[in-house]
């Protein structure tokens, strides 16, 4: 079968090794340029509108650390705005005791700690809250921190998560106050409870100050640890409260991401398939008229799809939902992710969004496997996931390199910057167009990759395995047999030729019967190849041929 192929003038370009690789270059950058054009497409589209819009999910609403405030970023400077700056790099000192941390007058309340010992003094009787005895109603009678103002400052997810009238609040707060005599609290000043009470008396250093002011002991560290525990929940709620604000932020933000491709992708539906269509039946119209005419009926073509759309109400809720609910839950889910991440490592803006589109991809892949609306085998589910995920980081890492390129451009060529855009667009485009369609590539010829490679490998193995005489011997025995091969063929094709030729001669002996001569030459026809239904069998099918 294989010798009468060879006999065929298009074998030699079909099953070359080279046509072979043309072939695989020319699918693989024709893959490429589907999705530079549709990255081009897509960066004039959603990604165009929401990098230019803040609050959309672009580029800009991405910040270094995240959206959630940690302490490991603070600590290195990184906040997520300036507020939560100044106060976690406000120093502790008698001012801001006095500022933060001794209550504070609102129209609705006075939690000032001498406002409150007044209404302290209204009670029948004042009982210290360390050792139980009587106070008197006068300046000796003092409010004391149980956690002291300068711990409390000194925390610092409090200063980060806790505005300051949230701190002077919890301070002066009366799970965190007891009353006592003037010298019991200038002796504890700003010590932790427990501490004090085992150090040596100021006055009698043979006494602790538990001795000295005789506390019980048990009694103080449960009053320490009741205040602690509600330092630390007000903290946490704090704390939780921040994530969700900027959780629910980050979702809101992606949601309406989502809305906005839907747009695009109901536009494009409707708006620029048509186009399309009359785009490439626009040569078949001759004349001005002919093409005002087709324009006209390509403009109620659209109307006709917005109106059928527009009507299709229940499809455009449910989509609108979907959107907004596989947005919402994408930017809660990597808000919260990359806060867990910025608790350990700080990351960048563009780290930021690498991750949000991500967790996009990702959440829209788990969808895919759990509805598989198409009803895909799992080889084919898997490519497809393939392909979502790294389609959306491609568009991630080319809107990255934009920006690079841009900044990268007016650093180099100051007097230039009115083309850092264009040229930051440009290159965006080709590093997600390539990306995109290599990574297509790769996943619709992996099989093929990997065999190639493999072929790689054993060739490889073989050279290690084997010493250059063995090599050596195995090319010359190699080229024997295709010597022998090569003789066989010529042979072949020399038979086939002097079969033409004695079929030509035949065909052109006129000494013969007019019924074999024409015999002959259907058969040096067949020879030749020329198709069967070109071939002339009879009278009537040359009389025909020639009449009509």
Not at 267 to 284: F, R, Y
Not at 307 to 322: G, S
Not at 337 to 353: P, Q, W, Y
Not at 498 to 516: F, I, Q
């Amino acid at each position: 079968m294989k010798n009468e192929l060879i006999l065929k003038d298009s074998y030699f370009t079909e099953n070359n090794e080279f046509t072979l690789q043309k072939t695989k270059m020319t699918d693989f950058w024709k893959t490429i340029k589907s999705e530079v054009s549709q990255t081009t497409l897509q960066r004039f589209g959603i990604e165009y509108l929401v990098n230019k819009i803040d609050g959309f999910g672009g580029l800009n609403d991405f910040k270094d650390g995240g959206d959630i405030s940690t302490v490991n970023n603070a600590d290195k400077g990184v906040f997520v705005d300036d507020e939560h700056r100044q106060r976690y790099q406000l120093n502790y000192n008698k001012d801001t005791r006095k500022k933060y941390y001794e209550g504070r007058k609102t129209d609705s309340n006075d939690t000032r700690l001498a406002t409150q010992r007044k209404r302290l003094f209204q009670n029948e009787n004042v009982i210290d809250g360390y050792t139980g005895k009587n106070l008197s109603k006068d300046g000796s009678t003092h409010l004391d921190h149980i956690i002291s103002a300068k711990e409390i400052h000194e925390n610092k997810s409090a200063r980060l998560f806790m505005s300051n009238d949230e701190r002077n609040d919890m301070a002066v707060d009366e799970r965190n106050i007891v009353p006592t005599n003037s010298s019991l609290n200038q002796s504890k000043g700003e010590h932790d409870l427990d501490e004090w009470l085992d150090k040596p008396s100021s006055k009698d250093k043979s006494q602790t100050n538990q001795e000295r002011f005789e506390i019980n002991k048990e009694d103080a560290h449960e009053l320490k640890e009741d205040a602690k525990s509600f330092v630390n929940d007000k903290i946490n709620a704090a704390r939780a409260k921040e994530v969700t604000t900027a959780s629910i932020s980050r979702g809101v933000e992606q949601a309406k991401k989502q809305i906005v491709g839907l747009i695009f992708y109901y536009g494009q539906e409707i708006i620029v398939d048509s186009l399309k269509e009359l785009a490439l039946t626009w040569k078949n119209y001759s004349g001005i008229k002919q093409r005002l005419f087709a324009i006209k009926e390509c403009g109620n073509h659209i109307k006709d799809k917005v109106i059928t759309k527009i009507k299709d109400i229940k499809t455009i809720a449910k989509d609108i939902f979907n959107c907004v609910s596989e947005g919402f839950i994408s930017g809660v889910t990597a808000c919260i992710v990359e806060g867990i991440i910025n608790m350990f490592l700080t990351t960048v803006k563009n780290v930021s969004k690498l991750l949000q589109d991500g967790i996009t991809g990702l959440i829209s892949v788990v969808k895919l496997w759990i509805k598989n609306p198409e009803n895909l085998p799992k080889n084919e589910l898997v490519k497809s996931s393939i392909k979502l995920i790294s389609g959306i980081l491609a568009t991630s890492l080319g809107i990255i390199a934009e920006e690079s390129i841009k900044s990268g451009f007016v650093a180099v060529f100051p007097a230039l910057t009115f083309l850092a855009e264009p040229v930051g667009i440009v290159g965006g485009i080709l590093v997600t167009g390539c990306l995109s369609g290599l990574v297509l590539y790769i996943v619709d010829n992996f099989g093929k990759i990997v065999q190639s490679i493999k072929n790689s490998w054993e060739t490889i193995e073989f050279g290690l395995a084997n010493s250059v005489e063995d090599i050596e011997n195995r090319y010359q025995m190699l080229v024997s047999k295709i010597d022998e091969a090569y003789q066989g063929l010529l042979q072949q094709i020399e038979r086939h030729y002097k079969k033409l030729n004695k079929l030509s001669e035949l065909a052109y002996d006129t000494s013969m019967p007019v019924g074999e001569q024409f015999n002959a030459s259907i058969s040096y026809a067949r020879a030749t190849g020329v198709n069967e239904n070109k071939i002339l069998h009879n009278l009537d099918e040359i009389d025909a041929y020639f009449l009509n």
